[in-house]
Structures are given as structure tokens and as C-alpha cells.
T-cell receptor, first 114, second 113 residues
Framework: DVKVTQSSRYLVKRTGEKVFLECVQDMDHENMFWYRQDPGLGLRLIYFSYDVKMKEKGDIPEGYSVSREKKERFSLILESASTNQTSMYLC?????????????FGQGTRLTVV | GENVEQHPSTLSVQEGDSAVIKCTYSDSASNYFPWYKQELGKRPQLIIDIRSNVGEKKDQRIAVTLNKTAKHFSLHITETQPEDSAVYFCAARSGGGADGLTFGKGTHLIIQP
């Protein structure tokens, strides 16, 4: 059974802080993704990675960066947290197989920036 | 890039009736269309998916149809039950296996007893 684990369920950070959100998957998936989920906006892709040290911008990368030093771990970094980054963050992983494979999601991290 | 529109945003049906959620997409190269169900406080889970070479797929009470010409796809749930209450997201993927999914904004399905 695929397991995608995010390090925190809830986080409260101050404006201007550097924030790290960690995600680990245990199924040797090549692809990993970070989404944010906001009411009425659905899930929006921030960044994705298809291999170690490889990353691509998604639809809303501004204010975020990522790190993938190991295949199983994908980190989302908020360089200087702002209140408009208060959101639910979801990590996902999938196999690299012709684009038609299921993405498995972590349980989410609800980040509040005050 | 891809753009996915989903309707309605909220859908209330009587228990036992059918529910239909519709999505349109913009990128004709999209070839994979999954549907996710997210219960309150839980992660999204895949419930059914369809590929671009198939027009319809069914799994018990759930079915998905795809019209590539019109670039729309729909989720059909028959004989709805209270446990079907959730938010449903459609999504589309274009390009190769590394591309992220583009999601619709979600439909809150409410099953009335």
C-alpha cells in the first residue's frame, strides 16, 4: 500500500519566517508534486519533480521553492512566509508511466501564517 | 497550459437518486482523466479514471464518460448513498508522465436522507 507522509498536520508560522514542509513516499515513485488547496479554487500545482535534483514549476510557483535531494523526499520551502500562503498543502507521488497513473496524496499540512 | 472547468460547485441529491458532475478541459493533448473523492478532513483518493482511447468506464455505481471531440468528461454516481457525500475533483493530465494534474475546483456532493 502506497504511503505518502507529510511531516506535520498543522503548522502556525509568523510572517517572514522560512518554512519547510516535508514529504516522504515509500513506493519508489519517480514523480512527486506539491499542491495547495483553497476553498473554491481546487488543487493548484506549485512544483513537481520527476527525478532527484530535478524540478519544474507548476501553475503557482511564486514565493515557493523545492528540494529533492533523495528520491523518496520532496520538500516545499516558503522563503519568507506571507499571510496569503495560509492554505492546505498536499504532497503527491506517482510512477512515471506514460502519464496515465494514479497520484497518491499525503494527508495534508494546514499552514497558518500570522 | 491546461485549464479544467468543473460544474456544479455544489450538488444536493436525494439518497437513491443519481448524481452527475461535469468537467471540460482545454488542452486537446490531454490523455488521462482521473476523478478524486475527498471526504472531510481526509486526503483525496482516486475513485475512477479514464484514458483518452476509451469513451466510457464503469465500476459498480460509478461511471465516467469522455467525449474527446467536445473535450468534456463526466462522473455519474447511481443509487447514491450517505457515504457518497464528499468533495469530488476532476483532473486532466497532458504530456508525459512527469506532468502534474490540473484539477477542477471541486464539487461538494450532498446526499439528502
Amino acid at each position: 500500500d502506497v504511503k505518502v507522509t507529510q511531516s506535520s498536520r498543522y503548522l502556525v508560522k509568523r510572517t517572514g519566517e522560512k518554512v519547510f514542509l516535508e514529504c516522504v513516499q515509500d513506493m519508489d515513485h519517480e514523480n512527486m508534486f506539491w499542491y495547495r488547496q483553497d476553498p473554491g479554487l481546487g488543487l493548484r500545482l506549485i512544483y513537481f519533480s520527476y527525478d532527484v535534483k530535478m524540478k519544474e514549476k507548476g501553475d503557482i510557483p511564486e514565493g515557493y521553492s523545492v528540494s529533492r535531494e533523495k528520491k523518496e523526499r520532496f520538500s516545499l520551502i516558503l522563503e519568507s512566509a506571507s499571510t496569503n500562503q495560509t492554505s492546505m498543502y498536499l504532497c503527491a507521488s506517482s510512477l512515471w508511466v506514460s502519464g496515465d497513473t494514479e497520484a497518491f496524496f499525503g494527508q495534508g499540512t494546514r499552514l497558518t501564517v500570522v | 497550459g491546461e485549464n479544467v472547468e468543473q460544474h456544479p460547485s455544489t450538488l444536493s441529491v436525494q439518497e437513491g437518486d443519481s448524481a452527475v458532475i461535469k468537467c471540460t478541459y482545454s488542452d486537446s493533448a490531454s490523455n488521462y482523466f482521473p476523478w478524486y473523492k475527498q471526504e472531510l478532513g481526509k486526503r483525496p483518493q482516486l475513485i475512477i479514471d479514464i484514458r483518452s482511447n476509451v469513451g466510457e468506464k464503469k465500476d459498480q455505481r460509478i461511471a465516467v464518460t469522455l467525449n474527446k471531440t467536445a473535450k468534456h468528461f463526466s462522473l455519474h454516481i447511481t443509487e447514491t448513498q450517505p457515504e457518497d457525500s464528499a468533495v469530488y475533483f476532476c483532473a486532466a493530465r497532458s504530456g508525459g508522465g512527469a506532468d502534474g494534474l490540473t484539477f477542477g475546483k471541486g464539487t461538494h456532493l450532498i446526499i439528502q436522507p
